[in-house]
């Protein structure tokens, strides 16, 4: 069955510091992978996603997350977090090759401290 | 280019009741998915249009939800009846086609139901 799982559901971090949020995905086949972003009030945005290429993948706003295949993997990192990157974090997957459902993670609640 | 609409954005009912959601992807957009997010929890897919043929509604509790997307443009998404379990966001998304290998699905503000 395809999974996502995201390590941690709530991080508290203060401004300036690095982010590093844990994915790890179960899928058969090709995958595809993608971060979203939901700011409070906000709907869902894509932060960034993975087709295939380059294993790092940059996307708005300073973060880029690393696919590690042998891990199953694809965190997401920004080297310093801003106030404003306050918000959920979801992890989600697709299968290659078509534009099917998303299967996602259960969210990250990331609080920046000023 | 305008985003994906939905409506209403927040509806309160009873248990057993009936309610309805609607939704209008982003122009051009050929496929359509319907996601129900619990409190807590990340999007799950309950159905998947491609045009106006469904692709995939294996999530889809078909005893009392139904979805249609007539003309292949705007989505009804339905509940009948309700159930106290159903309180969740109901979100729309819309990509520009199925087949496309760089797809990106665009997501609506939701619809937040509480069943009491």
């Known amino acids: 069955a395809q999974s996502v799982s995201q390590h941690n559901h709530h991080v508290i971090l203060s401004e300036a510091a690095s982010l590093e949020l844990g994915c790890n995905y179960s899928?058969?086949?090709?995958?595809?992978l993608f971060w979203y972003v939901q700011y409070p009030g906000q709907h869902l945005q894509l932060l960034l996603k993975?087709?295939?290429?380059?294993?790092l993948v940059k996307g708005i706003k300073g973060f880029e997350a690393e696919f590690i295949k042998s891990k199953f993997s694809f965190n997401l990192r920004k080297p310093s977090v801003q106030w404003s990157d306050t918000a959920e974090y979801f992890c989600a997957a697709g299968s290659g090759g078509g534009a099917d459902g998303l299967t996602f993670g259960k969210g990250t609640h990331l609080i920046i401290q000023p | 280019e305008a985003g994906v609409a939905q409506s209403p954005r927040y509806k309160i009912i009873e248990k057993r009741q009936s309610v309805a959601f609607w939704c209008n992807p982003i122009?051009?957009?050929?496929?359509l998915y319907w996601y129900q997010q619990i409190l807590g929890q990340g999007p799950k897919l309950l159905i998947q249009?491609?045009?106006?043929?469904?692709?995939?509604d294996s999530q889809l509790p078909k005893d009392r939800f139904s979805a249609e997307r007539l003309k292949g443009v705007d989505s009804t998404l339905k509940i009948q009846p309700a159930k106290l379990e159903d309180s969740a966001v109901y979100l729309c998304?819309?990509?520009?086609?199925?087949?496309?290998?760089?797809?990106?699905?665009?997501f609506g503000p939701g619809t937040r139901l509480t069943v009491t």
């Open positions: 249009f491609q045009n106006n043929g469904v692709v995939d």
């Open positions: 993975y087709f295939s290429g380059d294993p």
């Open positions: 122009s051009g957009h050929a496929t």
């Open positions: 899928y058969g086949g090709t995958v595809n």
């Open positions: 998304a819309s990509s520009l086609r199925r087949d496309s290998r760089f797809y990106e699905q665009y």
